[in-house]
Nanobody, 122 residues
Framework: VQLQASGGGLVQAGGSLRLSCAASGRTFSDYDMGWFRQAPGKEREFAAAISRSGGITTYADSVKGRFTISRDNARNTVYLQMNTLKPEDTAVYYC????????????????WGQGTLVTVSS
C-alpha cells in the first residue's frame, strides 16, 4: 500500500485542520488505519486508529474529544479531523496501515505515508 498524507499547515491555537491520507496499490479496506505524530526531538506517538470497516476507533488520551478519525473506503482515504488545536499538537503527522486490529504500537503497522507537518501557534 502506498500512502500519501496531506492537509497539514500552520494554524492558531483553538483552530482546526483536517488531514487526509490517500491509499493506493492494494485493497484499502483490508487494513486498519492509524495516525501517528512525531514532534521535534520526541519519539513517534500514537494519535488515533480506525478499523477496516470504520466500526471501531481508538484515540490517545491526549487527543480524545478533540480529534476524530474516519475513513471512506470508496475513496481509499482516511481522515483526521483535528479541532481545538493546541501548541503541543505541533508535529509531523503520519498515516499508516496495519493488518492488526487498531493497534497502537508503530511496529505493528506495515505501511507508512511520508508525513505532513502541523504547526500550531500560540
Amino acid at each position: 500500500v502506498q500512502l500519501q498524507a496531506s492537509g497539514g499547515g500552520l494554524v492558531q491555537a483553538g483552530g482546526s485542520l483536517r488531514l487526509s491520507c490517500a491509499a493506493s496499490g492494494r485493497t484499502f479496506s483490508d487494513y486498519d488505519m492509524g495516525w501517528f505524530r512525531q514532534a521535534p526531538g520526541k519519539e513517534r506517538e500514537f494519535a488515533a486508529a480506525i478499523s477496516r470497516s470504520g466500526g471501531i476507533t481508538t484515540y490517545a488520551d491526549s487527543v480524545k474529544g478533540r480529534f476524530t478519525i474516519s475513513r471512506d473506503n470508496a475513496r481509499n482515504t482516511v481522515y483526521l479531523q483535528m479541532n481545538t488545536l493546541k501548541p503541543e499538537d505541533t508535529a509531523v503527522y503520519y498515516c499508516a496501515a496495519s493488518s492488526m486490529v487498531v493497534p497502537r504500537k508503530p511496529s505493528l503497522y506495515l505501511y507508512w505515508g511520508q508525513g505532513t507537518l502541523v504547526t500550531v501557534s500560540s
